[in-house]
């Protein structure tokens, strides 16, 4: 094994474990001791507990030692984003609203994760309660891109993008609303998958717009994230949106699928704001999808245009019904100067949540006021429809979608202080969310400047296995995930 353990993939430090050249403590010691050698500069983390964590490596040595390894995942340090509720960890969603609070129960993923011997690894800093696309917006402190740590890593889930980009973690998750696995995944150079939405649980996971949200892995090659999705996908009766469906062992059918594949390319991504460096690098997948046999096809999503709106109206909507539990009484953040009890309801809401999220819950507050539903939030839900429609058309003709995953490269950490210059860099991935569809960000090279690119594949409706092999064919051609930053 290479001395740098925490750059290996799953696969490799698996088949070490299973071995036996390798245990699960020497391991979880590498990756502790890169994440206190790094962590100055990237800040992907919020907490983490070395004790347990070890403690949890000792646990998998010791059931493996007895001919009883619970598989690939046993003994392998996987970090979850710090909106994903771990029993007796900080869930604080990196918000000073949270900033003390400690999870009493596991999320449905968290406990699929220790059933399947993972050691749960930390809480990895994000955009306060997952609002934005940059990490930013945290109440802790923003989190450098391991490329160039004066640049954001992408968001929401930037920690979990940074901290397995940086060698802190073996695997991450993350949450995506509207591209908040894929984008920083892009951003970061490193595999990002969003499963269909109801595919993997989200009971324990902090909500943001929960039509919209959906938890799903960050991995060093595509065939760590299907083993990682195969872990955490699947019905819970505790999520009522969760749905019911077989789920296949998707590393197995890695290897059963094969191509050509018809891949459809929206002529929508490709248009004005897309940096030059990007759509080169996207035109040199499609090349190389083509050169493998593939079809290549126009297709077109003509409401695309409509989806940042109808995306901002529908999210902000859920977002502020859902905050609205944070009221300074039940829990979290109270405040000490409030004079009444009204006046506490109104400054502990002032005091715990930041200029992000406060935008958010009044533009949705706003459109789901009297006189104003019909016009906004009834009339987005009407044009989500018309959006979805647009990719199921679309998938009539072909089996899969590549774009672009980002308009742009990493940015200046403060470079984009203008929320909706912001928000405009969810163009690409926002309309998956609104469909309910997966998607997958995979590395497709570098800037001349040495920054990551992403490609977005889209695939239909549960159909993740098809989509992880078509992702893994381009993955096999190229060596993208074998590149490092030097940190």
Known sequence: MSSELFYQPITSLAAALDAKKLTSVELTQAVVARTKSVEPRVHAFNSFDEADALAQAAASDARRAAGQSRGALDGIPIGLKDVIAVTGQPLTASSKMLKNFVSPYDATVTEKLRRAGAVLWGRLNCDEFAMGSSTENSA??????????????????????????????????????????????????????????????????IAYASSLDQIGPFARTVEDAAIVLGAIAGHDERDSTSFKTDIPDYRAELTKRKGPWKLGIPKEYFAEGLDPEIGAAVEKAIAFY?????????????????????????????????????????????????????????????????????????????????GYYDAYYLRAQKVRTLIRQDFLNAFREVDALLTPTSPVPAFKIGEKADPLAMYLLDIYTIGVNLAGLPAISVPC??????????????????????????????????????KFPSL
């Open 140 to 205: 802790f402190g923003p989190t450098g891109n391991p490329w160039d740590t004066s640049r954001v890593p992408g968001g929401s889930s930037g920690g979990s993008s940074a901290a397995l980009a940086a060698g802190e973690a073996i695997a991450t998750l993350g949450s995506d609303t509207g591209g908040s696995i894929r984008q920083p995944a892009a951003l970061c150079g490193v595999v990002g998958l969003k499963p269909t939405y109801g595919l993997v649980s989200r009971f324990g996971l």
């Open 445 to 482: 090279g570098f800037t001349q400047s040495g920054l990551p690119i992403g490609a977005q594949l889209i695939g239909q409706p549960f159909q993740e296995s098809n989509l992880l092999a078509i992702a893994r064919s381009y993955e096999q051609g190229h060596d993208w995930s074998a």
């Open 290 to 370: 083509k050169s493998q046999g593939c079809e290549i096809r126009e297709v077109s999503l003509p409401h695309t245009q409509y989806c940042l709106d109808t995306y901002y109206v529908i999210a902000t909507a859920e977002a502020s019904s859902n905050l609205g539990r944070y009221d300074g009484i039940r829990y979290g953040h109270r405040s000490t100067a409030a004079k009444d009890v009204v006046d506490l309801y109104f400054q502990s809401r002032a005091e715990g949540f930041g200029p992000e999220v406060k935008r958010r819950i009044i533009l949705g507050t706003y459109v789901l006021s009297s």
